[in-house]
């Protein structure tokens, strides 16, 4: 799967706050929302939104894999939006500037 970057692209044009509030967006497009996270029925559910409805369950597995720092199976919004920066390689250059911003938004 190819991944081309738009979160640099969306941090110039949004700035700081506008990113993280876009980043909250699409957690919420993807999460359960009885359980409040990204769970993998829920990311299969909703794939075909982000035009990933070819992707096979196990790849689905390894996209929660990826970003589930606490090891409970579901990514957690600040888990998303963590791993939404992770496979940016320009937001990696810098990702305290907007990280401090994020946590007012997910407190």
Known sequence: MEFEDFLPVMA????????VEELCNGFRLLMDPRHRLITFDSLK???????LD??????????IREGDA????????????????RL??????????????ASGFMS
């Open 88 to 101: 940016s390689p320009q937001m990696m250059a810098a990702p305290t500037q907007w990280m401090d911003q």
């Open 12 to 19: 110039e044009k949004l700035g700081g706050d506008g990113l």
């Open 70 to 85: 606490d090891g409970d199976g579901a990514l957690s919004q600040w888990e998303f939006c963590v791993l939404m920066v």
């Open 54 to 63: 070819g992707l096979r369950d196990d790849e689905l597995r390894a996209m």
């Open 45 to 51: 559910r909703n794939a075909a939104l982000l035009g």
